[in-house]
Nanobody, 113 residues
Framework: QVQLVESGGGLVQPGGSLRLSCAAN????????MAWYRQGPCHQRLVLAQ???????DYADSVKGRFAISRDNSRNTAYLQMNNLQPDDTGTYYC???????WGQGTRVTVSA
């Protein structure tokens, strides 16, 4: 059983930055891709960024140039560096091992003046 724990959320002003972390409790996570999703007021989870086991990345158009996903396999951890945050980025952020049914519990990000 793989458990994922997100951290790093909080309240930030528009234009600010946050760095989210997603720690897995098992090294098997290294064999999976990892992705970050955001769930907003409509409760739909939208994929924002993905990184493959090999380290290849992909981003949603809405975050390209502002967000950066990375992973440290020695720590079984993925990161999401978020810059120039805007109010529309507000939501609960989840990490997900792909392909799998493993999700973290989410971390809340609020962008507000």
């Amino acid at each position: 059983q793989v458990q994922l724990v997100e951290s790093g959320g909080g309240l930030v002003q528009p234009g600010g930055s946050l760095r989210l972390s997603c720690a897995a409790n098992a090294s098997i996570a290294r064999e999976y891709g990892m992705a970050w999703y955001r769930q907003g007021p409509c409760h739909q989870r939208l994929v924002l960024a993905q990184v493959t086991a090999a380290g290849n990345t992909d981003y949603a158009d809405s975050v390209k140039g502002r967000f950066a996903i990375s992973r440290d396999n020695s720590r079984n951890t993925a990161y999401l560096q978020m810059n120039n945050l805007q109010p529309d980025d507000t939501g609960t952020y989840y990490c997900h091992l792909i392909p799998s049914n493993y999700w973290g519990q989410g971390t809340r990000v609020t962008v507000s003046a």
